[in-house]
């Protein structure tokens, strides 16, 4: 089988730093992947690792560690905006078909 | 504007009615997906399409069925809808040059079954 986990629900001040994990148990690999999901709209893809070690983009930055099947999200210089829900995501063969954690909710308070 | 664009946004269905969601994408993205979204379970897959005339099976895809005659049309399908499918429903597509691992979510269908 396979199965994700990531923290339900996650609140942190603006300004701050927040990470987000994820650990995954599948029967392959072929990355993973974060999506951002504000409410009442679609996800939107936000980074993707295939490899270990950290992708930056802008604010946002994931890391992924294959050995240990762990990744997070790492959002700095928190903004309001960025409260919403986090999903990370695996593809685990040469397919196209993602498979979804059940996706961290962030508070970002002021 | 490129896209994925669905129809309905949303639906009140009674129980035995058949319905079809409608997805369609503009950017010649090779593969199509239909997820469906309920409170504390995430995005879960229902079926998927690697290319024009090939579908497949994703990790919900019960009471539902989906056809890829073009590249750009995903219409999924309901054939007596149950009150357990009442949930919000996202089309997705991925493309070749973006990666597999890059999706593109439509807005959503709202559907709702008495």
């Known amino acids: 089988g396979q199965s994700l986990e990531q923290p339900s629900e996650v609140t942190a001040v603006e300004g701050a730093i927040v990470q987000i994990n994820c650990t995954y148990q599948?029967?392959?690999?072929?990355?993973l992947s974060w999506y951002q999901q504000h409410d009442g709209g679609a996800p939107t893809f936000l980074s993707y690792n295939a490899l270990d070690g950290l992708e930056e983009t802008g604010r946002f930055s994931s890391f992924l560690s294959r050995s240990d099947s762990y990744g997070y999200l790492l959002l700095q210089e928190l903004q309001m905006k960025d409260s919403a829900s986090y999903f990370c995501?695996?593809?685990?063969?040469?397919?196209?078909?993602?498979?979804f954690g059940k996706g961290t909710s962030l508070l970002v308070t002021p | 504007i490129a896209g994925i664009t669905q129809a309905p946004t949303s639906q009140i269905l009674a129980a035995g009615r058949r319905m079809t969601l409608r997805c369609t994408q503009d950017?010649?993205?090779?593969?199509m997906y239909w997820y469906r979204q309920d409170l504390g379970l995430g995005l879960r897959l229902i079926h998927y399409s690697n290319t024009a005339g090939t579908t497949g099976k994703g990790e919900v895809p019960d009471g539902y069925s989906v056809s890829r005659a073009n590249t750009d049309d995903f219409p999924l399908t309901l054939a007596s809808a149950v009150p357990s499918q009442t949930s919000v429903y996202f089309c997705?597509?991925?493309?070749?040059?973006?990666?597999?691992?890059?999706?593109?979510f439509g807005p959503g269908t709202r559907l709702t079954v008495l």
């Open positions: 599948t029967s392959g690999f072929y990355g």
């Open positions: 997705a597509s991925s493309g070749k040059t973006s990666g597999a691992d890059t999706q593109y």
């Open positions: 950017m010649r993205h090779n593969a």
């Open positions: 995501a695996v593809r685990v063969n040469s397919g196209y078909a993602l498979n």
